[in-house]
């Protein structure tokens, strides 16, 4: 679909009665919502918002944030949805790079000098001309070694990646999707543009008990182990399509939500791509889908390499947008993988693999088989290192409490070679499951480290 005016405008024009946000219990329909939109926008240019400024958006999910959202769109700016657990100390390092301008948070003002802080304030009607090639974000990407690079998307190439996701999911003007991932993160955001195109309802509630913000829901974006524990209570009736990502997801999972009237997607997306490449309905096996309308994907040297309508059109660093495409005209991912026919099966980062006595290790080859265990939730391999043996792998496994781990080291042998059996099993702690979608690689290694003595 191609829009002549702001998404949330062009339906309050064609479908102005009809539901567009359920915020907790309580409805909007598009007509209500763009009024909202347009005053918070009259008060952002008061405050001096300008067009193709840098404006960082700090909060956890909420109405405000999604109003806030569209307003600054709304206002021309490029906007930065940040995670509130970031530190300021990573935060005086990495805002200075991204030209900022304004800031708006919901909790402690930002102490970096020469931003200047907003509020919600409400003033008479504001637009600019929509745009669709104008920058809209810039997302963190969750990038292994030192600080994460901010990837600038326009309104039109995440209206492409939420186009290409809607060709196989059926989400239309009367289904309500779920805002269950968070905004700074890009799969939080393909949400918001996906209920934006399609103009449907989009549900904003408090996440926690996960079964009650789904009441209603027809679609939701989760992680396995949001859905595992879904599945424990008692899934809502009106649930029909999950789309999963985050982790290896095993089959016992998606069986169960079949049984239970649930039809599970997975795929592969990158904070680049504006989220979703690759997607199909879960069936257990290894591959991760054709790429999505919109999307091709091939191989070289093993590595996987796209070119989609969706792709980032950079890096933003001091004011200059660094391209993120090859001399051919492609993105390569440094995701290792292999194409048969037009599906795509991952093998790993190849930044993540390493080295156990000359013997290579891919950790998330090791990752998919000991998540087939119907006990494990989610499991990861990182290195340790070893005198002997270089570096040696150790599993963070993610089970039920009453479950012992050290069954799983009398399972695994026989499925995978005598090196990649894991010598430690630890349990995942809470405090590295907070704050986003992805669990960093970095952070669990360093953890690791402290607590395994090998």
């Known amino acids: 679909m ?10 309050a024009q064609i479908r102005g009665d009809q539901p567009a946000l359920t915020l907790g219990h309580e409805s909007l329909n598009w007509r209500e919502l763009c009024q909202r939109v347009d005053a918070l926008a009259g008060g952002f240019r008061q405050q001096g918002v300008l067009e193709g400024q840098g404006v960082v958006l700090r909060a956890k999910n909420g109405p405000e944030i ?14 930065l949805p940040l995670n509130p657990q970031l530190p300021e100390s990573v935060l005086e390092q990495l805002l200075p790079d991204l030209t900022i301008s304004h800031a708006l ?4 003002p930002l102490t970096v000098a020469d931003i200047n802080p907003l509020t919600l304030l409400e003033s008479e009607r504001f637009q600019v001309e929509w745009q669709p090639a104008r920058f809209a974000s810039m997302t963190l990407t969750s990038g292994s070694t030192g600080l994460p690079k901010a990837a600038v998307h326009t309104s039109g190439a995440h209206l492409a990646s939420a186009s290409g996701v809607l060709e196989v999911m059926n989400y239309g003007a009367n289904d309500r999707w779920l805002l269950s991932l968070p905004l700074f993160h890009v799969s939080g955001q393909g949400i918001l543009w996906r209920w934006l195109l399609a103009g449907g309802c989009m549900v904003v509630r408090v996440l926690h008990p996960l ?12 992680v396995p182990t949001q859905l ?10 009106a649930l029909r399509e999950v789309l999963l990502g985050g982790a290896a997801i095993p089959i016992e999972l998606t069986q169960a939500a079949q ?44 590595e996987v390499w796209i070119r989609a309508d969706s792709l980032a059109s950079g890096y933003w660093k001091a004011g200059v947008v660094v391209p993120l495409v090859n001399s051919e005209g492609w993105f390569a991912t440094r995701d290792r993988g292999v194409l048969n026919g037009q599906r795509l099966t991952l093998i790993g980062r190849l930044d993540n693999l390493f080295f156990s006595g000359g013997e290579g ?4 080859e090791v990752e998919h088989v000991i998540a087939a265990h119907p006990a494990v939730k989610q499991v990861y391999v990182v290195p340790i290192d070893d005198v002997e043996f270089g570096q ?12 012992d781990l050290s069954l799983l080291s009398e399972w695994l042998p026989g499925k995978v070679a005598r090196f990649q059996q894991p010598v430690r099993w630890l349990r995942l702690p809470d405090e590295l499951r907070q704050g986003g979608i992805k669990i960093s690689r970095v952070q669990l290694t360093l953890w690791v480290k402290q607590v395994a003595k090998i």
């Open 392 to 403: 040696r792998p150790v599993a963070v496994v993610e089970a039920d409490e009453d479950f």
């Open 105 to 108: 948070t919901f909790d402690a």
């Open 2 to 11: 191609s829009f002549q005016d702001f998404p949330w405008q062009h339906w």
């Open 361 to 364: 290790i891919q950790p998330e």
């Open 259 to 302: 049984e239970k009237g649930i039809n599970c997607w997975c795929g592969y997306g990158l904070t680049e791509l504006a989220s979703t490449v690759c997607a199909k309905r879960a069936d257990g096996l290894p591959d991760v889908g054709e790429a999505l309308p919109g999307r091709e994907v091939k191989i070289v040297d093993q």
């Open 228 to 237: 595992w524990r879904m599945l424990e209570q008692s899934p809502p009736q």
């Open 211 to 222: 079964s009650d913000a789904l009441e209603g829901c027809t679609h939701a974006s989760l």
């Open 66 to 79: 999604v109003f806030a959202l569209l307003a600054l769109l709304q206002c021309g700016a490029r906007v």
